[in-house]
């Protein structure tokens, strides 16, 4: 097979293939017969909290540090340094604190995160109109028909990209290049971080082949189960199953999978995503259990999602209500076909029932509110005869919301929110897809 030109990927000149770039040196060296030819990309920021942590101290570079809450919190990233100890995002803070005792733990400044978030995603805006967020440290481009524009093949154009990236805002990305997002997403983890990986069509079938059912995206620990009964746990496997099995044992979904199993994937990149979602939650200090306690807390994250959902421009048509155990095992509730709101009493009261339900003498370290069935903010609240006090009730919430505005939150609170105290510790947002505290996405 033809390796094809040679593009050093921190010079960005061209060469002949060699152990190290002619000009500068680098043995950071991209070559790839489809290289130039291909033009989805996907870009993720590497250990993107903790290396804004590390350039803004430069004390902390070769330390381990984790991004998190305290011991009862969980991880919301680590650098590389404290993954060689095993420390994973997600991860039980207790537990990466075993794993690395020694780590640097800080919590999470999401304003400045968001703040370093907007720079790359106005770089990479730069580069196409054709970027879809992920999450706030990623996103899919499609830098088709952008050759003329940059003087340059895609390929090129990126490298351009992370090597400005690392030098105006000190952190770095990692891009993988593919005929389309699944192949993108796959290939921008192959060689983290600093990473430049090209997966080709040519090469699909053939990488995919050997790889775990559960890189699909969607094939989950169950789905995966059912799969290793029908003696499917390699993607090959899944690729040349009869699709009638497939589909009794994944249903609707079986067809996609099959798809993405042959290196097929048709989704565009869309600039805009539909969210799906707005959600908040907490974890507590001390497992809680008492319906009392609980309940006021409950009220303030109704509060939080009502408010979020006006910001948004947002009516919301149900509620799902999340509980975590101290065993961490997750349960959640939802009361769908509510009338369209942005009313924090009118998300509360069904939530209210659904977490009457829940305490059952069960502990709980984490509760959750989510808005969802989302629609456009002119539907919220709109009342009939047979509900005269709607008017009053957003009025009500529109004059909190604004006293709140020009004093704080602290400004003005409910009655109900003064009951029994709970040692509470907000959630750490964690990354675009897995949204702890905000707008959930697809």
């Known amino acids: 097979m033809t390796i094809g030109p040679v593009l050093c990927l921190d010079c960005c000149r061209g060469g002949d293939r060699a152990a190290r770039c002619r000009h500068c040196g680098s043995p950071r060296l991209l070559a790839h017969p489809e290289r130039d030819g291909l033009t989805i990309a996907h870009v993720d ?94 996103a899919f481009l499609d830098l088709r028909g952008t050759e003329r524009l940059h003087g340059a093949a895609p390929a090129l154009t990126l490298a351009r990209f992370a090597r400005r990236v690392e030098d105006e805002i000190g952190i770095t990305v990692s891009v993988g290049l593919a005929p389309n997002k699944f192949l993108a997403k796959i290939a921008s983890d192959l060689e983290k971080p600093r990473g ?31 799969l290793a009964g029908l003696g499917v746990v390699r993607i090959e496997d899944l690729a040349r199953t009869d699709p009638g099995r497939l589909a009794a044992a994944l249903g609707r979904d079986a067809a996609r999978l099959a798809g993405l199993a042959r290196g097929e994937d048709p989704r565009p990149v869309r600039p805009e995503r539909e969210t799906k979602s707005v959600s908040a939650e907490t974890t507590f200090a001390d497992d809680l259990r008492e319906m009392a306690v ?54 509360f009261r069904p939530a209210e029932a659904l977490l009457a339900e829940a305490c059952d003498g069960t502990a709980y370290r984490l509760i959750g509110i989510g808005a969802g069935d989302l629609g456009p903010a002119e539907l919220a609240d709109r009342g009939d005869l047979a509900e005269p006090g ?14 709140r505005a020009r004093f704080g939150d602290a400004a003005i609170q409910r009655g109900l929110t003064f009951g029994p105290a709970a040692p509470v510790r907000t959630g750490s947002p964690s990354s675009p897809g897995r949204d702890r505290s905000g707008t959930g996405r697809p």
Not at 70 to 88: E, I, M, Q
Not at 309 to 324: M, Q, Y
Not at 390 to 403: E, N, P
């Open 45 to 138: 920021c590497d250990a993107f909290y903790a290396a804004i942590e590390k350039r803004d101290d430069p004390a902390l570079r070769d330390r381990p540090v984790i991004i998190g809450g305290g011991r009862r919190g969980v991880v919301s990233t680590a650098c590389y340094v404290a993954r060689t100890y095993g420390v994973r995002s997600a991860m039980p803070m207790f537990q990466a604190l075993d794993a690395c005792p020694d780590a640097v733990v800080l919590r999470p400044d999401m304003e400045k995160y968001a703040a370093v978030g907007r720079q790359v995603r106005a770089m990479m805006q730069a580069l196409t109109p054709l970027v879809e967020p992920v999450s706030i440290d990623e």
């Open 294 to 347: 609980l309940r006021p807390v409950l009220w303030r994250l109704c509060e939080k999602v009502a408010r979020r959902l006006k910001r948004g421009g947002f009516s919301a048509g149900s509620v799902t209500l999340k509980l975590k155990d101290a065993s961490f095992r997750l349960r959640t509730r939802t009361r769908s076909g509510l009338a369209p709101t942005q009313i924090a009493e009118r998300l």
């Open 390 to 403: 709607l008017r009053r009730d957003a009025s009500r919430d529109a004059a909190i919301d604004a006293v």
């Open 196 to 226: 430049f990986a090209v997966i080709g069509r040519a090469e699909a079938v053939g990488f995919l082949a050997p790889r775990p059912v559960g890189l699909l995206p969607g094939i989950g620990r169950a789905a995966a189960a059912r």
